[in-house]
């Protein structure tokens, strides 16, 4: 029995599955790490400050203009589509197999792809509201003007439902993402490890039978984790689904 069948077999047999979807994941559909040298260069070049202080609730308030032509530009523009490993995943979940996706990117991919128990830990580009009056708003209404997007009931700035750098997690969303790590007979990492931001603070609720790391690069908590596949989730998963 190779690694893909081995996996397949206790998916079959598990219970209660989730599955966290990691940065990696989100590079195999074509989003760049924000934080990666060469990007960060690349913005600060342009705006002059680096992603994380623009991409922050201070230049929101502060500098709303150079926000959300950062955000524009690095956040909604790129077009992307889920990797076929998060398709793979949504039919993880069609056939039973698959309770519930936790997710830290903001494009939604899981869901886009067919997942339809999501929690989005870092909210979604597609979620957007008046900070005064709470009118809401679609994606499109930011991606498709120039100036800040202002609510057309009061004239207020509209602000992303995304976590901002320097922001917590939600309580409600923290909560509910640890109840369903501890409900997991099996634990699914995705293009990420058990020492990654998504998953430090979550793993260590995880009292199931199998932890398995489904990744392309290494990481020195691996061998943690029950079992792992050193190959990237969009080639993996669907050899273990059968697509």
Known sequence: ????????????????????????????SGMPSLRAPEIAYQVEKE???????????????????TFFKYYREWMLKPHLEPSTGFYALAELEKRGKLQCSIANNVHNLPGRAGCQKVLNLHGTIYDNECSRCGKKYPMEYI????????????????????????EQVDNRMMTAAVEEISK??????????????LCERYVKYFEGETLIIINAAEHFTDEKADIVLREEVKTALPKIVGL
Do not use: H
């Not at 997007?149 to 750098?165: N, W």
């Open 1 to 28: 029995m190779n690694d893909y069948e081995r996996i397949r077999d206790i998916l079959d047999k598990s219970s209660y599955t989730v599955a966290m979807c990691g940065t990696d994941m989100m590079k195999e």
């Open 47 to 65: 705006f002059g400050y680096s992603p994380e202080e623009i991409f922050s609730s201070v230049f929101y308030v502060n500098r709303p203009d």
């Open 143 to 166: 991606r498709d003007t120039n100036r800040v997007p202002l609510c057309e009931d009061c004239m207020a700035v509209i602000r992303p439902k995304v976590l901002l750098f320097g």
């Open 184 to 197: 997991a007979q099996v634990l699914l990492l995705l293009g990420t490890s058990i020492g990654s931001g």
